[in-house]
């Protein structure tokens, strides 16, 4: 039975009844089938777990020594003003870790990120933030860039941000670990030492029979990959 319930999910429900329609139309139309089939592969391939990892895996790889540093900076990674948490799951890795590195080393806490919406995601880090010295009876220095709406930006005004209150710019940079390099090369760009320090792996090399059927997570994190590629690429070229 549970057999069967996986099976269902994975061909009647995104991405699977895609992969389904574009089959269909396949082996139906009069025109164009290779290119229905070939997007069906193509669509299938990037919704299974290994080839997320094989994706994935080459972003997760950058290691550096602790040197130590003068400040943490986490990079926002999106927020919703709703709820008590404001901070997407993965985002909130990022907050948590960022956080307990700070405490830990004893250093002040930079967050960075503005984003689109009405309520900048530093206003909603706040509020987690605030929660967190709650709990833990603490009380860091944290200071907020608000203006940033992608991770150039993260860079360009923690760069600012760091000159106006005159810290040294040798940090700890907390973000996912697929989107550490890009963060990395736009940091040391603006002038920071950046030691990484990553959170929220995405990679498991762990598989099952259900790896192998189309899940839209694997979806997603195959577009994470990509996304990451493309901008490394821009990086690069900047």
Do not use: C, W
């Not at 193509?42 to 602790?66: G, H, Q, T, W």
């Amino acid at each position: 039975m549970y057999l069967l319930s996986k099976l269902f999910t994975a061909i009647f429900l995104p991405p699977g009844i895609f992969i389904v329609a574009l089959l269909i139309a396949g082996f139906l139309a009069k025109r164009f089938k290779k290119v229905f089939i070939t997007l069906a592969v193509i669509f299938y391939l990037l919704s299974i777990k290994p080839v997320a990892n094989f994706l994935l895996a080459p972003l997760e790889v950058y290691k550096a020594p602790d040197t130590g540093a003068f400040a943490v900076v986490v990079l926002s990674g999106g927020s919703n003003a709703n709820g008590v948490i404001k901070a997407y799951p993965d985002a909130f890795k990022r907050e948590f870790f960022g956080y307990y590195l700070a405490k830990q080393k004893a250093l002040p806490l930079i967050f960075s990120g503005g984003g689109v919406q009405k309520i900048k995601e530093a206003q909603n880090a706040k509020s987690d933030f605030a929660l967190m010295q709650k709990l833990s009876d603490s009380n860091l220095t944290i200071y907020y860039e608000d203006k940033s709406l992608n991770t150039k930006q993260n860079a360009k005004f923690s760069a600012k941000l760091f000159e106006k209150y005159k810290l040294p710019k040798k940090i700890y940079l907390v973000t996912s670990a697929y989107h550490m390099q890009r963060a990395m090369l736009y940091f040391k760009k603006y002038g920071f030492a950046v030691i990484p320090k990553f959170v929220d792996y995405k990679v498991d090399n762990s598989y099952t029979f259900y790896d192998f059927l189309p899940q839209m997570n694997s979806f997603k994190n195959s577009y994470l990959a990509l996304h990451e590629y493309i901008g490394l690429i821009v990086a690069k070229l900047s």
